[in-house]
């Protein structure tokens, strides 16, 4: 199995705002969004390249609005972010993604868990890790 060197790409969203994402895994693959905790950033959705060639999976890790290579988006709401997520994913695949999810221990409240019903607008299956 292949390791994976990092090529950050940018998605233009319709307001103008781009969001930065990496791929990994089977290009071919099942779409599948990774989203890392806080502070954190698409670079670890490296930790699933191995297992993404291994099960089939094409893993988009996408950095939040305002970290890592995504701008950021004065006055958002957390409910701002599936509906970038969503747009990433027609663009990229033209199915709506499945979804992992990083929370670490002593975050609380992470966005993802608190608001599911909006993510499984957005995607068709999740998961939280810790």
Known sequence: MSAYNSKAKLFQLSDGRELAYD??????GHPTCYFHGGPGSRLEGALFHVGGLK???????????GMGGSDFL??????????DVAALGEH??????????????DEGHFFPVTHMDEIMEVATSAMTIK
């Open 23 to 28: 791929e990994y895994g089977d290009p071919q």
């Open 55 to 65: 099960h089939s999976l094409r893993i988009m890790a996408v950095d939040r609005p």
């Open 74 to 83: 004065p006055g958002r709401t957390m409910l701002d972010f599936p509906k």
């Open 92 to 105: 990229l695949s033209k199915t709506i993604p499945n979804a992992i999810f990083h929370k670490l221990p």
